[in-house]
């Protein structure tokens, strides 16, 4: 180890930085070792306490920042859903075809079937869209 007199005494550039980076490494090692011992700690206490480590900080997991609007404003009150465009052949459940597969959808494709099986025809889907943007401001 280097004391306070050699380090003084250093000429050399890049040896200096070398041995900067050496210990701002090292320095990051040690932070992340006291951080898992830390964590290690906290939840043997939770668990020997019969609690999750969210019950006892109250602390959560950050949520997902929301996509930006880039400054335009939403209607108060009212959110946009996408129509239906395949529907259960046994339900009334239907899906978008944006997001995650229903399972029924899914289990209908992995079987070998196709999407287009349970596909809204266009006439049907586009009279639906009709009545929900034709309705008038008192409807809400």
Known sequence: MLTTEEIQELTDRDELNRII?????RLENMKEEARAA????????ADEAGLTVEEITGLRARPV?????HGKKKAAGRTSKAPAKYKHPDHVKGWSGVGRMPDWMKNHVEAGGSKEDYAIPAEVDQSASERRTTRGKGDM
Do not use: L, M, S, V
């Not at 830390?38 to 206490?45: D, L, M, P, S, T």
């Open 21 to 25: 980076f050496d210990c701002q490494g």
């Open 65 to 69: 920042p929301k996509a930006t609007t």
């Open 38 to 45: 830390a964590e290690e700690q906290i939840q043997a206490i």
